[in-house]
Nanobody
Framework: QVQLVESGGGLVQAGGSLRLSCAASGRTADISIMGWFRQAPGKGREFVARISRSGGSTYYADSVKGRFTISRDNAKNTMYLEMGSLQPEDTAVYFC??????????????WGQGTQVTVSS
């Protein structure tokens, strides 16, 4: 089994920045692709970004492209999401996800418990 624990969420003003972290433990050798999803109040879960096992390939949702940066440090079993130019519409619970395959579907095998990000206007 793999456990994922997010941290770094909080309250920030519009235009501000936050860095989320996701620490993996357990059978981390099973992890290939990792990513972030988010869920705003009253809405479904939304893909945010993904990163390949090596970190050499990344992909972003159009809504965050150019503002967010995903990265990972495999030596530390940790993934990051640098969020800049935050807007109120970025307010959501952010979930760290991971999967043993190289493809990130809408239902990855492993999920964190989520961390709240609130952006005030």
């Amino acid at each position: 089994q793999v456990q994922l624990v997010e941290s770094g969420g909080g309250l920030v003003q519009a235009g501000g920045s936050l860095r989320l972290s996701c620490a993996a433990s357990g059978r981390t050798a099973d992890i290939s692709i990792m990513g972030w999803f988010r869920q705003a109040p009253g809405k479904g879960r939304e893909f945010v970004a993904r990163i390949s096992r090596s970190g050499g390939s990344t992909y972003y949702a159009d809504s965050v492209k150019g503002r967010f940066t995903i990265s990972r440090d495999n030596a530390k079993n940790t993934m990051y999401l640098e969020m800049g130019s935050l807007q109120p519409e970025d307010t959501a619970v952010y979930f760290c996800v991971a999967d043993p395959t190289r493809i990130l579907t809408s239902q990855p095998s492993y999920w964190g418990q989520g961390t709240q990000v609130t952006v005030s206007s």
